[in-house]
């Protein structure tokens, strides 16, 4: 399911595993992740969350850049700059240095 194509063996390393993931796995491993469910609508249970998070870190550090990775853009949102906003508003208002 998670392998790009098929293979007589099966990988040895998470390395060899990460390696053979397609875009359009990741995209779909993605969007599990999202929606908390398999793109035939059964849910994910907590161990398979967990290691479909880790499979998109993994794949992320090897095949994309910074800019591309998942929650990069983050920092531009504007719910990221409205805490910010607050919390040094927070510090102004408690007499903090900031």
Same mark, same amino acid.
């Given at each position: 399911?998670?392998?790009?194509?098929?293979?007589?063996?099966?990988?040895?390393?998470? &390395?060899?595993? +990460?390696?053979? =993931?397609?875009?359009?796995?990741?995209?779909? #491993?993605? !969007?599990?992740?999202? /929606? @908390?469910?398999?793109?035939?609508?059964?849910?994910?249970?907590?161990?398979?969350? &967990?290691?479909? +998070?880790?499979? =998109?870190?993994?794949?992320?550090?090897?095949? #994309?850049? !910074?800019?591309?990775? /998942? @929650?990069?853009?983050?920092?531009?949102?504007?719910?990221?700059?409205?805490?910010?906003?607050?919390?040094?508003?927070?510090?102004?208002?408690?007499?903090?240095?900031?």
């Amino acid at each position: 399911m998670i392998i790009d194509e098929p293979h007589s063996t099966t990988p040895k390393t998470m &390395e060899e595993l +990460i390696s053979r =993931i397609s875009p359009e796995i990741y995209e779909n #491993l993605k !969007e599990a992740i999202g /929606t @908390g469910k398999w793109s035939d609508g059964k849910k994910l249970n907590k161990p398979q969350l &967990e290691h479909c +998070i880790q499979i =998109i870190i993994l794949y992320e550090s090897k095949f #994309l850049s !910074e800019e591309e990775k /998942t @929650g990069a853009r983050l920092a531009d949102c504007q719910s990221q700059r409205d805490i910010l906003s607050t919390i040094s508003l927070m510090k102004e208002i408690s007499g903090e240095e900031g």
